[in-house]
């Protein structure tokens, strides 16, 4: 239906029509109108899995939904590095949405990993907002592909659990521009999203479903999305508040009161009637965009999708560490120890929990003559003395000992955040007595963030599942010994202890909100920022194969840069690597991380064989968002790209240099430093000729004894120069009140040419 035919649509509805289309019309269908042939159309929860439930439904999954295929989580799938994979699982969620009629997926989530205690960040991609977004671009991609939306979530800076639903995100502009907002950009500009769920938080005081800076000053003028924005469910505060704002959708519904506040509003003029007019207009063109799509025949194959779960996972897996231990032998005699390897831990909890069609663990697909013992329960914190003796004894009779650990399920969930960021205390326990009768310990973890891990130093062997699906059990095995060669990268760093965060002296805030005092050093950019040790560095994962770096270049031409490496795999086994590129600012001109991820490509390789990535870099790619400027600004002056196997081991180096394409503001009047102006190519020749002639007029006066010139030196009347006002041009250049004047106005004339 085109966009005329839509707005003579609305023209025939009545003004409680418009206003009831404006909110659901149960908790997963939008509303209908019958008589003019308006459809209703279904969304249903994600985004790792089809979420279908029935007319018992609620957001917190208690009710069951329909059998589907759980894929890796967020927090997996972003660490595959691959964004054909996650184009990939796109598509085929995108089918299953299409075979069952599902118009709009919930998903992808990609709020950044502030601290590592949100208890969602099992559905995040990612704490650098680089990733997150093209994983995210990659994945849209393929959902709408089969003419089915996604709902990007949760927009914006929902960064936590506790009080997500009256808490306040607290920032600066340029934080929010860099980390918190450049995710859902990428997605927006590149994959036109079909809608966007706004978060339930305050963003800087303001309800995210009332902020018309957030929903149509940047989402719709300045990144041009066009499709509609819905609620998270029970996100509204003020219902006309947030239509006047750009939220066109309340979830769920029915919302009765909510609709008469509508229509009360326009018929008293307190809302224009053109604002419905338009948000009706939005949800309708999303509405036939589904309705009146001919795709080819979708099937939901579970069976072919579930094997496609495996695969992916086998992809996103970490392998942190590796001294030569893995793979194993199919051949050799084996311990596996832990409930996890019965009962593997593979999503989270909440409105993502996936009714799995089926699900493999490890021990089911173990060789023959494993020994098991559970040792620990999967799902609680328990210690059976009992059944640690068998599992220490199982451990040093075999020649290795496997232990399948992670977190359980009441750990990390939606609705709460993680108190700490240890494992159970009976999992660290059986580590630690396991280790002193073997040696050769491989620990196996499922957790849908980072967890402290004091052992690490001890253990042989870490491969980190993330929550891996409903094949997670298929995937361990074939990365265990050996069928498939792991290939994932951290898309979060792992500090050592949760005080090591950047947020951890500002999370989660108080019964108001919370400040990002951090600004933009999240992350890796706050680790290297203070060259902290950290247990693994982002971007990080070992292989069962090695890669060289090669012949690294760029050229420049039609305004953007163009990088290639060639990279070869000298070890004997196929295996894939991730190259990552990052853009290091030597600039100085403004307090930025010592590198920022801005490109990554992942190589098939053969053994012996080399290929080349190849990365294109535009004028984003080197820039900070500048507040005085209201943009994005990248400065004259040396930069260097690195290409690397992870943000802390750069394989290669390459100089470019920049030249500047605007200019950032300079605002002069009598407290702008001297200092500040002399950095500032306009204004610099200015006071460098006040300064001469100062230095000329003084270079008769009588020469200060040696106690003086010891009291005063020529560093101490240099730096007291340069963090001097203008206003002190009268003394500390010696110029009249008139002299003065005259100086400010030719600077600041100047200053705007």
């Given at each position: 239906m085109t966009q005329e035919e839509i707005r003579k649509l609305v023209s025939q509805m009545t003004l409680e029509e418009k206003a009831a289309l404006c909110s659901g019309k149960d908790f997963w269908h939008t509303e209908s109108v019958e008589r003019l042939g308006i459809p209703s159309i279904m969304v249903s929860d994600g985004p790792h899995g089809l979420r279908k439930q029935d007319d018992k439904a609620d957001n917190l999954g208690?009710?069951?939904?329909?059998?589907?295929?759980c894929f890796p989580t967020g927090s997996a799938l972003a660490c595959s590095f691959d964004k054909a994979l996650a184009e990939s699982v796109g598509v085929c969620l995108g089918e299953e949405c299409r075979a069952e009629n599902v118009a709009v997926l919930l998903g992808p989530a990609i709020n950044m990993k502030r601290s590592p205690l949100c208890g969602r960040n099992f559905e995040y991609y990612?704490?650098?907002?680089?990733?997150?977004?093209?994983?995210?671009?990659?994945?849209?991609?393929?959902?709408?592909?089969?003419?089915?939306?996604?709902?990007?979530?949760?927009?914006?800076?929902?960064n936590q659990e506790f009080r997500r639903m009256?808490?306040?995100?607290?920032?600066?502009?340029?934080?929010?521009?860099?980390?918190?907002?450049?995710?859902?950009?990428?997605?927006?500009?590149?994959?036109?999203?079909?809608?966007?769920?706004?978060?339930?938080?305050?963003?800087?005081?303001?309800?995210?479903?009332?902020?018309?800076?957030?929903?149509?000053?940047?989402?719709?003028?300045e990144w041009g999305f066009d499709g509609f924005v819905m609620s998270d469910w029970g996100a509204v505060n003020v219902r006309t508040d947030g239509l006047a704002a750009g939220l066109e959708l309340q979830m769920p519904g029915p919302c009765p009161d909510d609709d008469a506040s509508i229509a009360e509003a326009v018929r008293s003029g307190a809302l224009d009637e053109a604002v419905l007019d338009e948000a009706v207009a939005r949800i309708l063109s999303i509405v036939f965009r589904y309705s009146e799509a001919r795709p080819p025949r979708a099937v939901f194959d579970r069976e072919a999708d579930h094997r496609k779960a495996v695969l992916t996972e086998q992809e996103c897996a970490v392998l942190l560490k590796n001294d030569g231990l893995l793979p194993l032998s199919r051949g050799a005699k084996l311990a596996y120890l832990g409930g996890f390897a019965a009962k593997p831990r593979y999503q989270g909890g909440g409105s993502s929990h996936i009714h799995s069609s089926r699900v493999s663990s490890a021990l089911e697909c173990a060789p023959e003559g494993v020994v098991y013992e559970e040792a620990f329960p999967a799902d609680r914190d328990e210690i059976d003395e009992a059944a640690f003796d068998r599992a220490v004894r199982a451990a040093a009779e075999a020649e290795t000992a496997v232990i399948f650990a992670g977190l359980p399920d009441s750990f990390e969930s939606e609705g709460y955040d993680r108190s700490h960021m240890r494992?159970?205390?009976?999992?660290?326990?059986?580590?630690?007595?396991?280790?002193?009768?073997?040696?050769?310990?491989?620990?196996?973890?499922?957790?849908?963030?980072?967890?402290?891990?004091?052992?690490?130093?001890?253990v042989p062997a870490v491969l980190c599942l993330y929550l891996g699906g409903e094949g997670v059990g298929e995937a361990a095995d074939a990365l265990l010994y050996g069928d498939a060669n792991p290939s994932g990268r951290l898309a979060e760093t792992w500090p050592r202890k949760l005080e090591d965060n950047p947020s951890f002296l500002n999370f989660p805030g108080d019964e108001e909100g919370v400040t990002y005092a951090e600004g933009v050093f999240v992350g890796y950019r706050y680790y290297d920022k203070k060259r902290m040790d950290v247990r693994w560095p982002f971007g990080h994962g070992e292989s069962y194969t090695s890669f060289a770096y090669s012949n690294a270049r760029l050229e420049e031409a039609d305004g953007v840069v163009r990088v290639s490496v060639d990279v070869t795999n000298t070890g004997?086994?196929?295996?894939?690597?991730?190259?990552?590129?990052?853009?290091a600012d030597d600039t100085g001109a403004a307090n930025r991380p010592p590198q920022e991820l801005k490109g990554y490509e992942k190589l098939t390789l053969a053994p012996g064989e080399t290929k080349t990535a190849q990365f294109t870099l535009d004028e984003r790619s080197f820039s900070w968002y500048s507040e005085s400027l209201g943009d994005w600004y990248a400065a004259s002056g040396p930069y260097r790209i690195l290409l690397a196997h992870s943000s802390r081991d750069v394989r290669a180096q390459l100089d470019y240099t920049l030249t500047a394409k605007k200019r950032l503001p300079l605002r002069v009047h009598s407290n702008t430093t001297?200092?500040?102006l002399l950095a500032d190519d306009r204004t610099a020749p200015i006071v460098r000729e006040a300064i001469r002639r100062l230095e000329a007029a003084r270079a008769n006066e009588e020469k200060p004894g040696e106690a003086a010139a010891e009291a005063i030196t020529a560093e101490m009347v240099e730096q007291m120069l340069i963090n001097s006002p203008l206003r002190s041009a009268q003394s500390f250049l010696g110029m009249s009140r008139a002299e003065a004047d005259a100086l400010l106005e030719k600077l600041q004339q100047a200053a705007q040419s």
């Open positions: 208690v009710n069951d939904s329909i059998e589907a295929v990612s704490e650098d907002p680089y990733l997150a977004g093209k994983t995210a671009a990659a994945f849209i991609r393929g959902v709408q592909s089969w003419d089915v939306g996604v709902s990007v979530k949760h927009f914006a800076a929902n009256t808490g306040s995100s607290n920032m600066d502009e340029r934080t929010l521009r860099e980390i918190y907002l450049a995710a859902f950009e990428t997605a927006v500009r590149e994959a036109k999203p079909w809608t966007i769920m706004c978060s339930y938080n305050r963003l800087n005081g303001v309800f995210a479903s009332e902020n018309r800076k957030l929903l149509t000053g940047i989402l719709r003028d494992l159970p205390a009976c999992q660290n326990e059986l580590i630690r007595r396991v280790l002193a009768v073997q040696k050769r310990v491989v620990v196996v973890l499922h957790c849908g963030s980072p967890v402290e891990t004091p052992w690490a130093d001890d004997s086994r196929a295996g894939k690597e991730a190259v990552q590129l990052y853009v001297v200092g500040a």
